[in-house]
């Protein structure tokens, strides 16, 4: 297995590093999104059965977080190596697994949790962007439109499907061993699995946490900003709000401080409009201040 993750990463990083390899790269990049999608399919993860036990989700969790594997370090490459015109491959790949059958008819929280693996493979990239600054591949990461079902007419930026799944079966992760009392127990067991890969990938060091909290931060403002909700995802930094250090008010202070020049904006998040991103900032900062964790 070492000998193949080894061959297989360098495979990628020099495929990655002549635009000229583009063809080839989609070819390598498309036999792995067609592997997962056939790991993952309704014959391996059915929706159907009895209700669902505490192993039950545990061993599925498992399986997915085995499944994707591949998978996870080819988004992490393609976010910290792509060139932009290289950042359709990574558009193709969330927009095919997220598009992929879930099944509409049987166990609702089956259905829901076949997203997870999509998160795993939207935080792992995600980190990998900010880690050097490319907003642009952050944006996609965030905002790929999908189209979930053959019956909806709308398509809908990928955070807002997957963040609303997985949120549905949020006290599930409450049953992993150790994260019982946690407030937000899904964000705390994403962060310990991811770093491994993270850190053998890209030696992202001590500013792993930080990455994993700006992307948490992203996470909520942009679900907020394309849903026109006054609800996000917390993840861990909704517990760190109330310290010295808080992820959001660094973030805030930091479009602040950039204006119209803060990368973010940019490339077209929030509307490319600071005071769109104010707007959207003030409005979870309200949910923060409720949280009833301090």
Excluded at 201 to 215: A, C, Q, R, T
Excluded at 240 to 255: I, M
Aim: proline share 4%.
């Amino acid at each position: 297995m070492e000998k193949h993750n080894i061959s297989f990463i360098e495979e990628m990083k020099e495929l990655l590093s002549d635009p000229k390899n583009r063809i080839k790269l989609d070819d390598f990049v498309t036999k792995y999104l067609r592997a997962f999608l056939e790991a993952t399919n309704l014959e391996h993860f059915p929706i159907q059965g009895s209700n669902v036990q505490k192993e039950d989700f545990l061993d599925r969790m498992r399986k997915y977080e085995e499944v994707v594997k591949d998978l996870q370090q080819i988004v992490i490459l393609l976010a910290r190596w792509s060139e932009r015109e290289q950042l359709t491959i990574l558009e193709k790949a969330f927009s095919r697994i997220a598009e992929a059958d879930k099944g509409s008819s049987g166990i609702n929280f089956w259905i829901h949790f076949c997203w997870y693996p999509i998160q795993i493979l939207m935080y792992s990239a995600g980190l990998a962007a900010l880690s050097v600054g490319k907003y642009y591949a952050l944006k996609v990461i965030l905002t790929t439109l999908i189209q979930n079902s053959s019956t909806e007419r709308k398509r809908l930026p990928i955070i807002v499907t997957v963040t609303s799944n997985i949120s549905d079966i949020h006290d599930a992760f409450k049953w992993i061993p150790g994260k019982e009392k946690n407030y937000v127990p899904r964000s705390e067991h994403l962060f310990e699995i991811l770093e491994p890969t993270l850190e053998k990938l890209l030696f992202v060091g001590k500013s792993y946490e930080l990455l994993f909290d700006d992307f948490e931060v992203y996470s909520a403002l942009v679900y907020m900003e394309v849903t026109g909700r006054d609800w996000g995802p917390i993840g861990r930094f909704g517990w760190k709000h109330d310290h010295g250090d808080s992820p959001f008010n660094r973030v805030v202070e930091e479009a602040k401080e950039a204006k119209e020049e803060w990368l973010p904006l940019r490339v077209g998040m929030f509307n490319g409009s600071l005071e769109r991103f104010l707007e959207v900032s003030k409005t979870l900062r309200e949910r923060l201040n409720k949280l009833p964790w301090y």
